[in-house]
């Protein structure tokens, strides 16, 4: 079997995929992951534990090679995917141009908790600084409005 590498390193598998575009193989009839195989020769073995699976680091679900593949627990690629899909519906970048770096983004959530997407911080950080400055004005405003004379008759 052939295999195409890319540029960033990736070995892409030119074998069967499942519909999810995840590589397979068939070994004595029954369909596999290439994932799982490849770690095992190259890195070791797995732990037997359901709640552990292998991915790719580099995010391209038909890349095979063995320096692109780790075992997590599905929890922690829950999390993972989570902020990849995110990544895939906000870009890289938040709407101010800075990039979704770790630790520069919070979390919004609605009143009962539930995820509503992140927020960029330094946008959050700029955003306040504008509502305070613009609170001062208008604070700075009313002074001069209250020391003017009464023209009242």
């Given amino acids: 079997m052939t295999i195409k ?8 598998w030119q074998g069967a995929c499942a519909s999810s575009g995840y590589p397979l193989l068939t070994i004595d009839g029954e369909r596999r992951s290439v994932h799982r195989h490849v770690f095992l020769i190259f890195n070791g073995p797995l732990k037997t534990d ?20 780790v075992q997590i627990t599905r929890a922690q690629a829950k999390r993972r995917n989570w902020h990849i899909q ?11 141009g ?9 979390m919004k959530r609605s009143t009962d908790g539930t995820a ?18 613009r609170r ?18």
């Fill in 5 to 12: 590498t890319t540029d960033l390193g990736c070995w892409l």
């Fill in 50 to 69: 359901p709640q552990y699976c292998v991915v790719q680091t580099c995010n391209n679900k038909a890349c095979i090679n063995p320096a692109h593949l």
């Fill in 86 to 96: 995110m990544d895939a519906v906000l870009g890289y970048e938040c709407e101010g």
């Fill in 98 to 106: 800075h990039p979704w770096s770790a630790g520069k983004w919070e």
């Fill in 116 to 133: 509503l997407g992140r927020r960029c911080l330094i946008c959050k950080a700029e955003q306040h600084k504008e509502y305070m400055r």
């Fill in 136 to 153: 001062r004005i208008k604070a700075r405003n009313q002074k001069k409005i209250d020391e003017l004379p009464d023209l009242t008759p």
